[in-house]
């Protein structure tokens, strides 16, 4: 009796722990799963560098492989002929600003007296021509002169009237100054110019090739000496920061994940757990990329995921495959 007691509670015992284990037979509900694995790669992020003028490469300081910093100098063009350039430009712009101090300022007071003095001389001219005119006006009815000296005395002063009036006006000129419609022309000649130089200097600044970021040099196209045309690949330039890593994450996990949370980050033969943030999700749904597609995949959809790894170092490369733990994802809901 106690035998068959000892084995039914056996039986009993047996079952328990076998319904603990498979969860009531798969009809009692399990543990929420909250860890989300996630595949992708390094994201592989370059920039083709070149000079925005043409011209002959004179210096190229550094080669393949090189780490550089924001704002290093990288390579340099001859600027022997930009240089001319910049000095015709410099003495059209002090050419053009005399000119428009020139009509800004006006006539000078020794401008104005000379012809004050114009205008007296004329006046002397016209008064002994007036008087010859004056005396001989009676003298030619009764035939003191003749005619041919007449008409030339009254030639004589009427010249004289004229060059009286035009010193006049030459003074008179001179006295209300520059017009204003000359002094706005004289500004918008300047003004072209001081934009010519700057537009000059310009490209005298862009024969320098500086890193617009820190990143390591991939390739170096071109050689000193080279001829380059405006926009011709010099230098590749790899941007491995921040690094990022591109990943996808199914439908069905969609609510399991979003921007903020905090994930760990391995790739295949590297010891290494890194720290990184989910920093971007996609707003839309794309078919299953053709680098992580598999037969089983191929019609599912998928969302971008962009992670921000917190602290990267060499070992992790751009373009390897990574793998995404989030350890912190939202429990799974099972239908």
């Given at each position: 009796?106690?035998?068959?007691?000892?084995?039914?509670?056996?039986?009993?015992?047996?079952?328990?722990?076998?319904?603990?284990?498979?969860?009531?037979?798969?009809?009692?509900?399990?543990?929420?799963?909250?860890?989300?694995?996630?595949?992708?790669?390094?994201?592989?992020?370059?920039?083709?560098?070149?000079?925005?003028?043409?011209?002959?490469?004179?210096?190229?300081?550094?080669?393949?492989?090189?780490?550089?910093?924001s704002g290093q100098l990288l390579a340099t063009?001859?600027?022997?002929?930009?240089?001319?350039?910049?000095?015709?430009?410099?003495?059209?712009?002090?050419?053009?600003?005399?000119?428009?101090?020139?009509?800004?300022?006006?006539?000078?007071?020794?401008?104005?007296?000379?012809?004050?003095?114009?205008?007296?001389?004329?006046?002397?001219?016209?008064?002994?021509?007036?008087?010859?005119?004056?005396?001989?006006?009676?003298?030619?009815?009764?035939?003191?002169?003749?005619?041919?000296?007449?008409?030339?005395?009254?030639?004589?002063?009427?010249?004289?009237?004229?060059?009286?009036?035009?010193?006049r006006q030459a003074l008179s000129l001179l006295?209300?100054?520059?017009?204003?419609?000359?002094?706005?022309?004289?500004?918008?000649?300047?003004?072209?110019?001081?934009?010519?130089?700057?537009?000059?200097?310009?490209?005298?600044?862009?024969?320098?090739?500086?890193?617009?970021?820190?990143?390591?040099?991939?390739?170096?196209?071109?050689?000193?000496?080279?001829?380059?045309?405006?926009?011709?690949?010099?230098?590749?330039?790899?941007?491995?920061?921040?690094?990022?890593?591109?990943?996808?994450?199914?439908?069905?996990?969609?609510?399991?994940?979003?921007?903020?949370?905090?994930?760990?980050?391995?790739?295949?033969?590297?010891?290494?757990?890194?720290?990184?943030?989910?920093?971007?999700?996609?707003?839309?749904?794309?078919?299953?990329?053709?680098?992580?597609?598999?037969?089983?995949?191929?019609?599912?959809?998928?969302?971008?995921?962009?992670?921000?790894?917190?602290?990267?170092?060499?070992?992790?490369?751009?373009?390897?495959?990574?793998?995404?733990?989030?350890?912190?994802?939202?429990?799974?809901?099972?239908?």
């Amino acid at each position: 009796m106690n035998r068959r007691r000892l084995i039914v509670l056996a039986v009993v015992v047996v079952l328990l722990l076998v319904g603990i284990f498979t969860r009531g037979f798969g009809l009692m509900p399990g543990r929420p799963e909250t860890e989300l694995s996630l595949f992708g790669n390094v994201d592989i992020r370059e920039v083709d560098m070149g000079f925005r003028v043409g011209g002959r490469i004179a210096a190229i300081g550094v080669d393949e492989g090189a780490r550089v910093t924001s704002g290093q100098l990288l390579a340099t063009l001859d600027t022997a002929t930009i240089e001319s350039r910049v000095a015709e430009a410099d003495a059209r712009v002090a050419q053009a600003q005399a000119g428009y101090d020139k009509a800004r300022n006006g006539a000078r007071a020794q401008d104005i007296g000379q012809a004050r003095a114009r205008v007296a001389a004329a006046q002397a001219v016209y008064d002994n021509a007036q008087r010859d005119y004056a005396r001989r006006q009676a003298l030619v009815e009764p035939g003191a002169i003749s005619r041919g000296l007449w008409e030339q005395t009254r030639a004589d002063r009427d010249r004289a009237a004229a060059q009286l009036a035009e010193a006049r006006q030459a003074l008179s000129l001179l006295q209300a100054g520059t017009r204003r419609e000359d002094i706005e022309a004289a500004a918008a000649e300047l003004k072209s110019a001081q934009a010519a130089r700057t537009s000059v200097t310009t490209d005298r600044s862009d024969t320098r090739l500086v890193a617009a970021s820190a990143g390591t040099v991939v390739t170096r196209a071109r050689e000193p000496g080279a001829i380059v045309q405006p926009g011709e690949t010099v230098l590749t330039l790899s941007i491995d920061r921040p690094m990022r890593v591109r990943a996808y994450v199914a439908e069905t996990d969609l609510s399991r994940v979003s921007p903020g949370m905090k994930v760990q980050v391995t790739a295949d033969g590297n010891p290494k757990t890194y720290r990184g943030t989910i920093g971007y999700i996609a707003p839309r749904a794309e078919f299953t990329p053709k680098s992580v597609e598999t037969e089983n995949l191929r019609t599912d959809l998928v969302y971008q995921v962009r992670v921000i790894v917190d602290d990267p170092d060499d070992a992790l490369r751009q373009g390897q495959p990574v793998t995404i733990r989030v350890v912190g994802a939202r429990p799974r809901h099972e239908d």
